[in-house]
């Protein structure tokens, strides 16, 4: 086999197994409805395929809402691409997230800005806010070693707790909302005033070939690359572990922030005190193991988790509990972790039996 027959094998394999793993996840949620009903397995299969077809893309209002619910997935999808790349595990770009929501509602209701002038400033304000909120975890794990992952959990409740006592402080009269923030910070809803869809989908796009760049046509990306993939072989290289580490924590945040400063500066236009997580970022996990951390994947994983979001309010119209749509992306998620499970033991088994040797 020749060596370009090998990497397109090795560039498809991601692909290949990542659509094995949804069409996994479809056929376990069809038994699970095979069991709950009594239509029998043709018509039960037909009625799951039409409810997910028509919640998400059977009308042109389904499916601009599919890209609505699916333009955060592309940032948050991004932000844990990058951790991954480098070997982390950034669980608080839900908390990045909120901040990058917070940021944009309060820099959004600052009057008198020029209109273009004031959506760049949201913009750039609520990535500073993701990369710094990022950054904090990142630096005590380079500085001391502590685990990415209780201290980004840690700094998602904190960005939680913290954005809803700013939101009490500085709330419109008789809401438990920031003020709707100006008109002049608000990005264009391109298809008319009665989408929801704007220009950030367009803004995802953006980063998504951006991301890719970084990661495989720069200096920095090959290094946050190397990290990821071998850490002391990085060391050894010359490489600056502890640099990089926090370097791809913010990369990371500042995506993600971007990400909450889209969807308020595009959607929801204020901030509202928040009773648990939007999710987003807990999503965004999902949407990057489907991708296989790969940026033009999340394209297709972001609509795929989108549209399974967005579907679930009209199961529930066919007789099919919404819970399926959440099966689907459990199983999904599991049939890609066992994956990952099978290729470690595959390779400590390698090293064991060359231990032997």
Known sequence: MSQRKKINRKAFSGVYSSMASVILGLLVSVVFVILSSDLGIINSISLLFKSLWQGSFGSRNNLIETLVFATPLFFTGLAHSIAFKTGL?????????????????????????????????????????????????????????????????????????????????V??????????????????????????????????????????????????????????FNIFASEYAGISIKKNIILAMAISGFIAGVGGGVHVAGVQH??????????????????????????????????????????????????????????????????????FIYRFIGIKRKKEAAGDE
């Open 171 to 228: 709330k419109a009269s008789g809401t438990e909302a920031t003020p709707l923030i100006e008109n002049s910070a608000r990005l264009w809803r391109f298809l008319g005033p009665g989408y929801r869809l704007s220009i950030g989908i367009f803004l995802a796009l953006i980063f998504v070939v951006g991301v890719y760049f970084l990661l495989w046509k720069t200096t920095i990306g090959y290094e946050l690359r190397a990290v990821g």
């Open 89 to 169: 595990f950034n669980i608080g770009v839900e908390g990045q997230f909120i901040i990058g929501m917070l940021t944009a509602a309060l820099v959004g209701i600052i009057p008198g800005i020029p209109p273009v002038l004031h959506v760049i400033l949201v913009l750039i304000a609520s990535g500073i806010g993701g990369a710094l909120w990022a950054a904090i975890p990142g630096y005590l794990k380079a500085k001391t070693g502590s685990n990415e992952v209780v201290n980004t959990i840690m700094m998602n409740f904190i960005a939680m707790y913290l954005s809803n006592y700013i939101v009490g402080r």
């Open 270 to 339: 204020q901030v509202y005190s928040l009773f648990a997580f939007p999710g987003f970022g807990n999503d965004g996990i999902a949407v990057a193991l489907v991708a296989k951390s790969n940026p033009f994947g999340v394209i297709f994983s972001a609509i795929l988790f989108g549209a399974l979001n967005l579907s679930s309010g009209t199961l529930m119209l066919y007789g099919i509990s919404k819970s399926v749509s959440y099966l689907i992306q459990g199983t999904v998620i599991l049939f890609i972790a066992s994956e």
